[in-house]
């Protein structure tokens, strides 16, 4: 897939673009698009508008997904893992913030709050079988190729 174009809307909360923090980012970072500040307490959810809608290319999705640092140093994490925006959506992107922290933790405008990739989307035809083949790891689930 090349030469993709992302259509962005700037919304009546713009703040600024998505951003792509270096040249080798995967994910540009989402911001706050918030008048007040919006105020997490620990165990909390909150969604955060980020002031922008999308026109995403075709057979493509946006995959919203936790700022590493916001995750780690502060416990502040996409609520659902990973959000999937598909591309006949065109409302305004908003993002699900979980605080795992112990303390109440603030967003302002403008903070970065997530960042979203561009992935290509494949849709396989699903078809019912009675048999799948078989694999060395077969049915073994959670852990069952070990621990190391």
């Known amino acids: 897939m090349e030469n993709l174009t992302l259509k962005i809307k700037k919304l009546e909360n713009?703040?600024?673009?998505?951003q792509y923090q270096t040249a080798g980012a995967s994910a540009m970072d989402l911001v706050a698009a918030i008048d007040e500040d919006v105020i997490i307490p620990s165990g909390?959810?909150?969604?955060?508008?980020?002031?922008?809608a999308i026109e995403l290319p075709h057979n493509t999705e946006a995959q919203v997904r936790s700022r590493s640092g916001m995750a780690i140093k502060k416990g502040i994490a996409v609520v659902n893992g990973i959000g999937t925006i598909d591309e006949d959506y065109r409302g305004e992107i908003c993002v699900g913030l979980i605080n795992h922290s112990k303390v109440d933790f603030t967003i302002q405008r403008g903070d970065r709050i997530a960042q979203m990739a561009i992935m290509e989307v494949l849709k396989p035809q699903v078809?019912?079988?009675?048999?799948?083949?078989?694999?060395?790891?077969?049915?073994?689930?959670?852990?069952?190729?070990?621990?190391?």
């Open 44 to 52: 909390e959810i909150r969604i955060i508008p980020t002031g922008i």
């Open 127 to 148: 078809v019912l079988a009675d048999d799948l083949s078989d694999t060395a790891r077969a049915e073994g689930g959670f852990g069952s190729t070990g621990v190391k």
């Open 14 to 18: 713009f703040v600024s673009m998505p």
